[in-house]
Nanobody
Framework: QVQLVESGGGSVQDGGSLTLSCAAS????????MGWFRQAPGREGVAERE???????????IYADSVKGRFTISKDIAKNTLYLQMNSLKPEDTAMYFC?????????????????????WGQGIQVTVSS
């Protein structure tokens, strides 16, 4: 089992920045991919989570078009911590943000931002951007 705990959320003004962290514990050696998802207000269920950034074991990063150029995903292997640096935040970035991890063998491109291919999830943390 892998446990994921997000931190760093909160409220920020339009154009501001936040950094989310996700501390991983447990059998982290069983994972080789980690990502960030978000779920807009009023949307329920895992299937409504939008994949926004993923990092895989070789360091490759993948971003959704909606955040490309504004958000940066990174990982500190020694600390077992995943980060999401969010700059130029917009009100439409308001959502619950989730950290997720998976174990992939020969992943296909459509896996990278799909909730279907992540096994372990954090509880989520709220990010609110006001105009």
């Amino acid at each position: 089992q892998v446990q994921l705990v997000e931190s760093g959320g909160g409220s920020v003004q339009d154009g501001g920045s936040l950094t989310l962290s996700c501390a991983a514990s447990g059998d982290t050696s069983s994972t080789n991919s980690m990502g960030w998802f978000r779920q807009a207000p009023g949307r329920e269920g895992v299937a409504e989570r939008e994949g926004i950034a993923t990092i895989v074991s070789d360091g490759t990063t993948i971003y959704a078009d909606s955040v490309k150029g504004r958000f940066t995903i990174s990982k500190d292997i020694a600390k077992n911590t995943l980060y999401l640096q969010m700059n130029s935040l917009k009100p439409e970035d308001t959502a619950m943000y989730f950290c997720a991890a998976g174990r992939w063998d020969r992943p296909k491109p459509h896996w990278y931002l799909s909730f279907r291919y992540f096994t372990w999830w954090g509880q989520g943390i709220q990010v609110t951007v006001s105009s």
